[in-house]
């Protein structure tokens, strides 16, 4: 109890169809792509776009036969998300889906796109309108016309190769004052895995909590020492390289997450597939999101990791990492 006896509010978690306890959202994919559009004057490559409903509904079907709850949908504002698709989506398969506010990296935009020219005020406003309010609709392209009453449940982020330059700056800091008005978490792209501890330093000394930092692809190139330093802030790092053997195969990434499991962090990791068309098996790719529903997490147990540790990165901890913590005080 606090502010007088007011009792405090229960955490929870913003999907596409409302605010639920943390605890319903099942077993969790921390970054997939279920729908990513064309967006008008952007060069998309083909295996990019995610843009069937029949198909991505089949894949979400096949992620709830195999046992998923949940997937966050990490394509956020301007950059070919469509949260009303993301709604009837999980309306008809009875997944769960958190949608992204906030801005990816430049690739996905127009060199005229709004962000370049806004204030950080005017950013964090958008970010937390399209928390509050609902997110813009799809429209094709700019100017985003119409809102829809479909609300964000995370701010997503990235830095380039050169890391926080200016207007990456810009971004993270509107990322952070939208946090601390909400309480939304936030996660990160870093590219190849670089500079995810100037991501997590950066966002802490802005006022965003550690348990609502979701640092993503820190396995792409793996790097222990940046790892273990990252963990060590006490945020959560999205291993979501799995499946994605152009990088590594499956047992390096395994190796990779016995090693931090060893190190005592199984409580910081989580895990997603950042699908591509590739390897959505409704849209002719492979392995299918099913697979880190059953047969990863069955090759981590071969591998040693125990059963406890896998339902920890794969329920108890996306679980923390995702939810509104209200009762903490967030005023700005
Ligand atoms: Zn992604």
Known sequence: MKDGGRPAE?????????????R????????????????D???LPDRFVI????????????????????VLDAQPFGAGRDAEMLACLSRTTGVHIVASTGVH????????????????????????SEI???????????????????????????????????????????????????????LTHTELSAFGVQQARFLIGHGVRPSSIIISHMDRIIDTAANVELAGLGVYLDY??????????????????????DEGFGDRIVLGMDSTRDRLASYGGSPGLGYLMTGFPEKLKENGVCQRTVDRMLVENPHTALAFKPGEDYGD
């Open 41 to 43: 004057g952007v060069e």
């Open 10 to 22: 229960k955490a929870f978690v913003r999907t596409v169809q409302g605010d639920i306890p943390p």
């Open 105 to 128: 990296k430049c690739f996905f935009y127009r060199d005229d796109f709004w962000s370049y020219r806004a204030s950080t005020e005017e950013l964090a406003a958008l970010f937390v």
């Open 240 to 261: 979501d390289t799995i499946a994605r053997t152009g990088y590594h195969s499956d047992e390096e990434e395994i190796r990779h997450i016995r090693t931090m499991v």
């Open 132 to 186: 509050q309010e609902g997110a813009y609709a799809y429209d094709g392209g700019l100017p985003l016309l119409r809102r829809s009453d479909v609300r964000a449940g995370v701010i997503k982020t990235a830095t380039g190769k050169d890391g926080l330059d200016d207007y990456y700056k810009k971004v993270f800091r509107a990322a952070a004052i939208a946090h601390r008005r909400t309480g939304a978490p936030v």
């Open 24 to 39: 319903l959202l099942g077993r969790t994919s921390c970054h997939d792509h279920l729908v990513v559009k064309r967006v």
């Open 51 to 70: 843009d069937d409903y029949e198909k991505s509904a089949l894949e979400l079907e096949r992620f709830k036969s195999y046992g998923g709850g949940c």
